[in-house]
Every structure is written in structure tokens, then in C-alpha cells.
């Protein structure tokens, strides 16, 4: 088939159900009306990135240095909880029976091992009854609470099906960006 003839064929297929939607848009809903929905949806676009949700992006090839058990631990620098590496988890995934929070605060740390500064997500793990062991409280750049976002002094079980805390894990989203 001719490219031309092609052209022609797609044009034919896509042009009832693009009228016939245009039509049924058009008898229901003004211009304007069309356009302030437009507008609201490219707004709420713009706004979505800037929503604590869950961005669980496994690093790879990072170089691990130092002991996931202990508080002095390169990713735990804006910690605030219970480690899951002590409480039958590890510090990437929750203990059997609890399971990550979709919200989670934020955190640049320095992995010694490359000098590199990481985005850290420290997600609680909700539905299981608190560990208790291996409590850390490391504030390093740790902001006021009008900053909940960056904020380790909130409870963040929000989405998850039991709101009860059980520990945190600290995933490590990307290599920051240092200006």
C-alpha cells in the first residue's frame, strides 16, 4: 500500500469517532466551561510532583558501607524511629505482616563509601505492634514542623491499612543533585 493510500485509510478511521466526540463534547459543555476544566486539570498536573507519595525507585550500584543495625548508618542521617533491620525486616523492606506507608518524609545523606549525597525516603511500616528496638532519633538537617514534608517527628501511616507504627526503612531514591 502506497504511503499516500495509508494516509487516507487512517484519516478515514479516525475521523467519524473524533467528530462524533466533538459533537457529544460540544452539546453538553460551553467553550468556556471546556476551558476552565482544561485549565483546573493542567494546574492539578503541575501540582501533583509536590504530593508525599510513594517514589520506591531501588538505586542499584550504590556501595553499601557501615552497619544497617546501627543508628550511625550513612542513610539513616534524618532518621526517627524504630530500625526495621532490627525488628525482622531489613533496611529496604518492612517485617513480615507490616507493610510500607505510600507518604514518607525525605532526606540528603552521605554515603561515606563514595561521598556522594543521596535523596533518602524513610517510609514507616504500619500494621504491626511497635518494635521497640533499636530506636534512632538523628536530626541532621532535620527542618521545623511547618515543613512536614521533611518532617521525622510525624506519624506516616497514612494509606495503609492499619495505622498502627512498627518501624521505618530507608529507601534510597536517586543521587542529589549538589549546586
Known amino acids: 500500500m502506497k504511503p499516500d493510500r495509508l494516509l487516507e485509510e487512517l484519516a478515514k478511521r479516525?475521523?467519524?469517532?473524533?467528530?462524533?466526540?466533538?459533537?457529544?463534547?460540544?452539546?453538553?459543555?460551553?467553550?468556556?466551561g471546556w476551558l476552565a476544566r482544561f485549565g483546573t486539570l493542567l494546574v492539578g498536573m503541575g501540582?501533583?510532583?509536590?504530593?508525599p507519595m510513594a517514589r520506591q525507585v531501588h538505586a542499584t550500584g550504590i556501595p553499601e558501607m557501615g552497619d544497617p543495625q546501627s543508628c550511625d548508618y550513612w542513610r539513616y542521617c534524618a532518621f526517627g524511629g524504630y530500625l526495621c533491620s532490627?525488628?525482622?525486616?531489613?533496611?529496604?523492606?518492612?517485617p513480615p505482616g507490616a507493610e510500607p506507608s505510600p507518604v514518607a518524609w525525605v532526606g540528603t545523606c552521605v554515603n561515606a563509601a563514595d561521598?556522594?549525597?543521596?535523596?533518602?525516603s524513610y517510609n514507616d511500616c504500619c500494621g504491626k505492634s511497635l518494635c521497640g528496638r533499636c530506636g534512632c532519633h538523628r536530626t541532621e538537617g532535620d527542618k521545623p514542623i511547618y515543613f512536614p514534608a521533611k518532617s521525622n517527628n510525624i506519624l506516616w501511616c497514612f494509606?495503609?491499612?492499619s495505622h498502627a507504627?512498627?518501624?521505618?526503612?530507608?529507601?534510597?531514591?536517586?543521587?542529589?543533585?549538589?549546586?
Open 14 to 32: 479516525l475521523d467519524r469517532p473524533i467528530t462524533d466526540g466533538t459533537r457529544f463534547l460540544a452539546q453538553r459543555m460551553s467553550r468556556r
Open 115 to 120: 561521598g556522594k549525597h543521596y535523596l533518602i
Open 165 to 179: 507504627y512498627t518501624c521505618t526503612v530507608a529507601l534510597v531514591l536517586a543521587e542529589a543533585e549538589t549546586g
Open 47 to 51: 501540582a501533583l510532583p509536590l504530593l
Open 86 to 94: 532490627c525488628c525482622g525486616g531489613t533496611h529496604t523492606q518492612c
Open 159 to 161: 494509606g495503609t491499612q
